[in-house]
């Protein structure tokens, strides 16, 4: 009796702890994407970053490159309107680099990040995008969604921070 009370005691205080930790745990990208918020085949994404990255600077990067096509797709030509916020709801001065990246100036204060994302079907790209590898919003018809063609990364923030 003694001992089921003690082992399911420890198992409480094991999962309020772990439960504690990974809720306090801010090290992560949170992403969103608003499938009933698409105007004109382009679908809004708002990226939550990563706190603590301490960074002035931060450069957001679409994918290039996608294993198993091996060609150079360029989803960043895709990437429209971008937007930096504060935590107050302030815009940050963005600069659309030559090679089309995004970067963030005063990014210790960023909070959050939205672009608008044109699919790759409709559009004229630059560069042609190997179709099973592309995107496409219709909206109440068709969200053809590889993730590698809608969501990036800010360079130089930690590596291996999970999505959510």
Known sequence: MH???FCS????LVFITSTFLF???TDRYSVSLNLNEVTKDRLK???IPPKNHG?????YIMPKVVPGTYSN?????FLKEPVAYDADGNKLPITIEVD??????????LAKFEYWLDDSFDGKPTTQIFEPGGTS???DTVFLLNLFGVIGYFEDVKQNIPYE
């Open 55 to 59: 960074k002035d600077k931060l450069t």
């Open 9 to 12: 005691l420890v198992c409480c």
């Open 23 to 25: 809720s306090q745990q």
């Open 3 to 5: 001992k089921t009370i």
């Open 137 to 139: 919003f219709e909206k």
């Open 100 to 109: 089309k990246q995004v970067t963030i100036s005063n990014a210790a204060k």
């Open 45 to 47: 994404i708002t990226v």
């Open 73 to 77: 797709l360029e989803f960043v030509q």
